[in-house]
C-alpha cells in the first residue's frame, strides 16, 4: 500500500501550509472520517495547550493532596466539635480588654514560626465562659493551616484517661501516649483544674511539659483558675518551667454564655 493510499485509510485526504498568528507556518493535515472534516491546526499551539493542561492537572492535584493533608492534620488536632468551626473573626471582643486579648492572640498565631522556635507559651486564666478555649483553637487552627504544623486540642482529664488507658493494653503503650502530647508543634492543654489532679497526674503532667519545656515547643494552657493558683493544679515544678518562657492573659470579666442566654430569652 503506497503512502496516498495509507493516508486516505487514516482519514488524510491532503497536507497545505498554514499560517499560525503566534507561531508562523505550518504544515496543516485535512482530515475527513465519517461526518469529521476539517484541517488541523498549529501543532505548537497543541503542544502548548496539551501541556498547560497537564500543568493545570497537576497543580489540580497538588491543591488536593495538600487539602486531604490539612484534613488530616485537623483532624488529628482533635478538636471537639462545639470548637471545630472557631476562629479569630468570631470571637466577640466589645471591651477593651476582650480587644486586647483578641490582639495578642492573633499575634502569637501570626509569628507563631518565632515561637516555635523559643518555645513560648501563653496562659489562658480567668473567670468562665469568657473565650479562652474559643481563642486557643483559634491559634490552633490557624497555625495549622498557615505554618503547615502539627497541632493537637486536649482538656487535661481526656489526656490523664488516655495514659491511664494504657494500662494493660496492647494497642498503645504509656509511652506512645505520653509522646501524642509532647511531640505535635503546639499543644492546646484545656481545663486544667477541674478536679484536683492526683500525685500520678502531676507526674505525668510534669513529664509532658518538661519534654515540650527541653524541646522548645509551645503550649497554650487554658484555665478557669487564677495566677495563684496555678502551683496547687500545675505543681511548681511544671509552674517554675511555664514562668520562664510564658506571656500570660487574664479573663476576668462576665460570662459570655450568660449574655447568649439572656439574648435568647428574649
Given amino acids: 500500500m503506497n503512502s496516498e ?15 499560525c498568528d503566534t507561531h508562523g507556518e505550518y504544515t496543516s493535515t485535512h482530515i475527513v472520517r465519517g461526518e469529521l472534516d476539517h484541517w488541523s491546526g498549529c501543532p ?10 497537564v500543568s493545570a492537572e497537576m497543580a489540580e492535584n497538588r491543591r488536593r ?4 493533608r490539612m484534613e488530616r492534620m485537623l483532624g488529628y ?9 472557631k476562629a479569630f473573626d468570631t470571637y466577640r471582643a466589645d471591651t477593651p480588654e476582650q ?26 486564666l480567668g473567670s468562665p ?23 493537637v486540642y486536649t482538656s487535661a482529664a481526656r489526656m490523664f484517661r488516655r495514659i491511664k488507658s494504657t494500662f494493660g493494653s496492647s494497642e498503645e503503650s504509656e509511652t506512645q501516649a505520653i509522646e501524642a502530647y509532647t511531640t505535635p508543634a503546639l499543644l492546646v492543654l484545656d481545663e486544667i483544674g477541674v478536679s484536683y489532679g492526683s500525685d500520678a497526674e502531676l507526674n505525668y ?18 484555665s478557669n483558675i ?16 511555664l514562668r520562664e518562657s510564658s506571656r500570660m492573659m487574664l479573663f476576668n470579666w462576665d460570662s459570655a454564655r450568660r449574655d447568649i442566654a439572656k439574648e435568647g430569652a428574649q
Fill in 5 to 19: 493510499n495509507l493516508m486516505r485509510r487514516f482519514g488524510v485526504v491532503d497536507t497545505g501550509p498554514r499560517t
Fill in 44 to 53: 505548537t499551539c497543541a503542544e502548548e495547550e496539551s501541556q498547560r493542561k
Fill in 65 to 68: 493532596a495538600e487539602q486531604q
Fill in 77 to 85: 488536632a482533635c478538636l471537639p466539635p462545639r470548637f471545630a468551626t
Fill in 99 to 124: 480587644q486586647r486579648v483578641l490582639r495578642i492572640c492573633r499575634e502569637y498565631a501570626d509569628g507563631f514560626q518565632a515561637h516555635y522556635d523559643s518555645g513560648l507559651n501563653l496562659l489562658m
Fill in 129 to 151: 465562659g469568657t473565650g479562652k478555649t474559643h481563642l486557643a483553637v483559634a491559634i490552633l487552627r490557624d497555625v495549622i493551616e498557615r505554618h503547615k504544623v502539627t497541632g
Fill in 205 to 222: 503532667l510534669f513529664d509532658i511539659m518538661n519534654e515540650r519545656y527541653e524541646q522548645c515547643l509551645p503550649t497554650i494552657i487554658v
Fill in 226 to 241: 487564677q495566677p495563684d493558683e496555678m502551683g496547687a493544679w500545675l505543681g511548681d515544678r511544671v509552674v517554675d518551667r
